[in-house]
């Protein structure tokens, strides 16, 4: 239980040892204008690597949903981390470098086998989550912008499922369960929300295999990880790029089928 006063930028927090008075809070800038002019609901205090912190959520209203021009197709990946289907790439190999390193040092102390060890784990542990989520914040802001700026939606891949249905080399297999894509889908999610920008999610099945220029679909057509080759009509492109143009085009038929009105 807990008061703000938002001039001061201080609360008052009731503990179990009396009522808490004047403790100063700060943030972000965008954080403090959120919490001094939304509603504030649910509070956690929360004490962690010596500091404290006090997790504050704000009844956001949601923008009514625009008229999508389009929409952009995102492509979720293992080596990269996402491919949108304007070409962009998003922070593959450095995410991936940092999760290898990390895996190596947990091997190294875990190896160890003492009390000390275990402390060091559960603290990178939560230093390697904090980074991840920071990363997937950084993703889903730039894809949220871009469809923002070019009156479009988002259309994703519903992954749920993946790791049953998903065969990999084993050494893509670490990477797949250390992956937080539920996280970056629902990053997107309230983020387009809070922009008004149409999500829609389709089925992923086969988009990597199906030519978008021609629509030729056959296992073969991607010899590589990264690359694709229609032996239909010859087009030589990126995969993933490939895969998200896909999905692009799949958003557009779905959005279309769900607000097409009914003819009978």
């Not at 938002?6 to 040892?17: E, G, L, N, Q």
């Not at 790439?89 to 875990?110: C, D, P």
């Not at 679909?217 to 010899?223: A, G, I, L, Y």
């Not at 590589?224 to 958003?251: K, L, M, P, W, Y």
Request: hydrophobic share 40%.
């Amino acid at each position: 239980m807990m008061s703000w006063q938002h001039d001061a930028r201080t609360v008052s927090i009731w503990t179990v040892a009396g009522r808490m008075k004047n403790v100063a809070y700060t943030g972000a800038p965008e954080q403090l204008k959120a919490v001094s002019e939304l509603p504030v609901g649910e509070s956690d205090l929360v004490h962690r690597d010596g500091m404290w912190f006090l997790y504050a959520t704000v009844q956001v209203p949601e923008r009514e949903l625009i008229e999508p021009q389009g929409f952009i197709g995102v492509d979720m990946g293992i080596v990269q981390i996402a491919t949108d289907s304007d070409g962009r790439v998003y922070a593959g190999e450095h995410l991936n470098s940092y999760r290898r390193r990390q895996i190596r040092l947990r091997a190294k102390l875990q190896a160890k086998k003492t009390e000390s060890a275990r402390r060091l784990l559960a603290k990178r542990s939560r230093r390697e989550s904090r980074h991840a989520a920071n990363v997937n914040h950084v993703i889903s802001k730039s894809i949220v912008a871009e469809a923002e700026r070019t009156s479009r939606g988002i259309a994703v891949e519903e992954l749920t499922g993946i790791r049953a249905r998903v065969r990999l080399r084993k050494p893509q297999r670490v990477a797949l369960h250390c992956w937080s894509f539920a996280q970056l889908g629902r990053f997107l999610t309230y983020k387009a929300r809070r922009a008004g920008i149409p999500l829609v999610r389709v089925d992923p099945r086969y988009t990597s295999q199906t030519c978008s220029k021609c629509g030729h679909r056959d296992r073969r057509n991607r010899p590589e990880q990264a690359t694709f080759i229609c032996r239909s009509c010859g087009v030589v492109a990126h995969a993933d790029g490939n895969a998200a143009v896909n999905i692009a085009q799949r958003g557009v038929d779905d959005w279309g089928a769900v607000n097409r009105p009914h003819v009978a």
